[in-house]
């Protein structure tokens, strides 16, 4: 539930089920969460920043407006990601049919739908993020990270139609486990069933590209 006065309906949103995820989006000036199918993509506002007294910060009212909702081809999305840290339309969604669909929030469509990207559904999504103390090229933004519970964490280009590499050196096959890259882009982290973890400041790394 998003707690807030809707401004069209003037009501509080509920969602029919359970929200997957939700991810800031546009510089924390939307707010995006998965539900079923859907995306659903909300502006927000959470009043004054500087109440004038504690009276007004006690009644401070927040409000939010539904922008727009935009449909996969599946019967719902395990997991999505987008990036937050500069203006983007591109967002990615995995979904329970095992694919990966690219959407572009400003054209409400999916231009690309990856059908069997894994082998069972897919639990996770990762795009690289904006670091304070590193830059890439801007084609290094257009790489992302999925996983699955079939051992494989896969490394995937939008501009390309097929995965860029597969990962297979952890063990996945009944929980989902945490990855994510390295702010330098040279790794992959990845959580694993083998009670096995890369230690904080150790030079070995699972994976490496």
Not at 57 to 77: C, D, G, K, P, V
Not at 145 to 174: E, Y
Not at 175 to 182: A, K, R, T, W, Y
């Amino acid at each position: 539930q998003i707690k807030g006065t809707n401004k069209k309906k003037g009501q509080e949103q509920c969602f029919n089920t359970d929200v997957k995820a939700a991810r800031f989006f546009h510089l924390d000036k939307l707010i995006v969460a998965s539900c079923m199918n859907k995306l659903h993509f909300y502006r927000y506002n959470l009043g004054p920043k500087k109440p004038k007294d504690d009276i007004h910060r006690i009644h401070q009212q927040s409000s939010f407006s539904h922008l727009l909702e935009i449909s996969t081809a599946s019967q719902s999305i395990t997991a999505f990601c987008c990036h937050n840290g500069f203006i983007s339309h591109l967002l990615v969604a995995a979904t329970s049919a095992k694919s990966i669909e690219m959407i572009d929030a400003n054209a409400c469509k999916s231009l690309r739908i990856i059908t069997d990207a894994h082998t069972r559904a897919i639990h996770g999504v990762v795009m690289n993020t904006t670091s304070p103390y590193t830059s890439h090229n801007k084609h290094a933004y257009e790489l992302f990270l999925s996983a699955a519970m079939d051992g494989c964490i896969k490394l995937w280009d939008m501009r390309s139609p097929r995965s860029v590499r597969c990962f297979t050196g952890h063990q996945n096959r009944q929980s989902p486990v945490g990855f994510s890259f390295s702010p330098c882009m040279r790794y992959i982290a990845s959580g694993s069933e083998d009670k096995v973890m890369p230690r904080a400041g150790s030079k070995i790394v699972q994976h490496s590209y």
